[in-house]
């Protein structure tokens, strides 16, 4: 692993995982991982949704959704919105993708 790169130990949903972040994103790191825990753990309490993985789901459409709300209303927008929501996406499937590979 590159000297810039540190492992950071977050909890997610009852889970703890292991991701890979420069040191001067580690706070973020946490802080997204916090909210997406409890974004999650919302869901999980509503009884409406079942299993991680749909959980996990219900909660990136939900931030993705806000997302795009904050998009539409910030006069900011230096990166396209396309843009912004293919990161996302990959983003998201490569965490789907990480959490099958546990599984196995």
Do not use: F, W
């Amino acid at each position: 692993m590159s000297a810039d790169i540190h492992t950071v130990r977050v909890h997610i949903l009852d889970k703890d995982y292991q991701v890979a972040c420069p040191p001067d994103q580690r706070e973020a790191l946490v802080e997204s991982a916090r909210y997406l825990d409890q974004q999650m753990r919302t869901i999980r309490q509503s009884g409406k949704v079942i299993g991680l993985e749909r959980i996990a789901v219900m909660a990136a459409l939900n931030i993705t959704h806000e997302l795009i709300r904050q998009g539409q209303q910030s006069d900011k927008g230096n990166q396209d919105l396309g843009d912004r929501l293919r990161k996302l996406t990959a983003r998201i499937d490569d965490t789907i993708g990480n959490y099958r590979q546990m599984e196995i």
